[in-house]
């Protein structure tokens, strides 16, 4: 079949060549993906000759703190810089191998709107690497690297640094929108009669402030009614839950202190101290934890302060290059980067040592290194992360 579309191709006039390119792609796509199919599913698949692999090589990210506290004075950039730059310490990949940069955020600040681009600007990568941001809830982050790794997929780039960042030290509060429009107005005004005129008109409701809403816009719920709504569902109870959230708190903190959140670097604050790990770690207990109110559903829903994730402010990233170790990026096989995905909706990454040097299982080394940013007391946090990935070209 595939050799008849052709030979009609080839019989077309010149002005359907466009045509023909685009026919004869979908055919080798086609083929590829045919190919791909009948192959059996095994580890074995994932590096066949002549087809890229993408692979994360290596990840970074500074201390998760709560807001108000060490990163209250920063801006979100300033947070996503660190992490670019504790990034390309770690590596010494060099700035001008990377070929685009990806960030996600939820709550942007509208001085900085494109989030990714002013990092790496900070971090110093030349004005001509491409870089956007992306916003999709709590998995913003997830989804810039989704993106990178399409961008690699898609034959786009070879290197690709995706990563997110979140503040909640300094969220956008606005005027409301009375007070929005009437200033507005007000700047159109030509004469002083017609600012007078608009002045008066203001009333005390209108310097009643416009915060951020955590709820979803189209359903005005929260994720904590959520949780509540799927614990129901599910019928995990209040004692289950707490159970993990004081699990993922022991685990967190053995894990801060026996060396293993490996992938966290320090962060000098301008004229503050020097960070140098997570601030949220907190290990209660059952009694302590049982004494608290339902947060959302209340009287009876199952969801506390303290089996909850906390909301972070964050920036991570990865790099996604198609010759990973031909550029000097490190071996992918031996990296040892495992990504978590929190229950909370945020990501956290653990990074673990070379196979020759692990002492603990992959499994124990990941649940500990992954519980720091699990479930713990109520509370907003700052952080950063940026992640290394690599396409691979199988030999």
């Avoid at 829903?301 to 000097?328: H, I, K």
């Avoid at 040892?336 to 929190?342: A, T, V």
Wanted: glycine letters at 8%; charged letters at 20%.
């Amino acid at each position: 079949m595939s050799s008849m579309l052709t030979n009609a191709i080839r019989n077309l006039p010149a002005s359907s060549a466009w045509a023909a390119r685009i026919f004869a792609r979908s055919l080798s796509c086609s083929s590829q993906l045919q190919a791909a199919a009948v192959q059996p599913k095994t580890k074995k698949t994932l590096a066949k000759s002549g087809v890229k692999n993408i692979v994360v090589v290596e990840g970074v990210r500074i201390p998760f703190l709560q807001s108000g506290t060490t990163y209250a004075d920063l801006m979100p950039h300033d947070l996503a810089r660190a992490a670019l730059q504790g990034l390309l310490n770690r590596t010494s990949v060099p700035r001008d191998v990377v070929d685009y940069i990806v960030y996600g955020t939820v709550i942007q600040e509208v001085k900085t709107s494109n989030v990714a681009r002013e990092a790496a600007l900070g971090a110093g990568f030349s004005d001509k690497t491409p870089a956007h941001t992306v916003t999709m809830a709590c998995i913003s982050s997830n989804q810039a690297m989704t993106t990178g790794v399409g961008l690699i997929a898609a034959g786009q780039c070879d290197v690709v640094v995706a990563g997110g960042v979140e503040l909640m030290s300094d969220v956008p509060i606005r005027h409301s929108r009375k007070m929005r429009k009437t200033m507005l107005t007000l700047n159109r005004a030509k004469t002083l009669g017609q600012k007078l005129a608009l002045i008066s008109k203001i009333r005390p409701d209108y310097f009643a402030p416009e915060l951020p809403a955590v709820a979803e816009f189209s359903t005005s719920e929260t994720m904590g009614h959520s949780a509540d709504r799927l614990a129901a569902a599910f019928a995990v109870s209040r004692r289950e839950q707490d159970e993990y959230a004081l699990r993922s708190h022991t685990l967190a903190k053995k894990a801060q202190d026996d060396g293993l959140l490996l992938d966290v670097v320090p962060f000098k604050v301008p004229g503050k101290e020097t960070v140098t790990k997570d601030n949220g770690v907190r290990p209660s207990s059952m009694e302590q934890m049982g004494k608290l109110k339902p947060a959302f559903v209340k009287p009876y829903g199952t969801v506390t302060a303290a089996n909850s994730s906390f909301l972070l402010q964050r920036p991570w990233g990865c790099c996604d290059p198609s010759t990973g170790p031909a550029l000097g990026l490190g071996d992918p096989q031996t990296s040892g980067l495992s990504p978590s995905i929190q229950p909370g909706g945020s990501l956290c990454t653990a990074f673990l040592p070379p196979a020759d040097q692990r002492s603990r299982s992959v499994r124990e080394l990941r649940s500990l290194g992954s519980a720091a940013v699990s479930r713990v007391r109520s509370g907003c946090v700052g952080r950063a992360v940026a992640v290394l990935c690599a396409g691979v070209l199988a030999q």
